[in-house]
């Protein structure tokens, strides 16, 4: 539920930071992919490929 508040923007900064200790979402991954109300999505970066890549 509290991702839903967050995703749904009904949360405030104050209650983010209580719980994440962030203002904002962070993406701290290569790829995130998840369904949200009946919609998919699939993010991810290209930022700092080479090094995940150059680790195979």
Avoid: P
Avoid at 14 to 33: F, M, P, Q, V, W
Avoid at 47 to 53: P, V
Wanted: hydrophobic share 40%.
């Amino acid at each position: 539920k509290d991702i839903e508040k967050i995703l749904d923007d009904k949360m405030d900064i104050e209650e983010r930071i209580k719980l994440s200790g962030a203002k904002r979402l962070c993406l701290h991954s290569y790829r995130l992919k998840f369904n949200y109300n009946g919609e998919n999505f699939d993010i991810f970066s290209k930022k700092g490929m080479e090094k995940i890549l150059a680790a195979f």
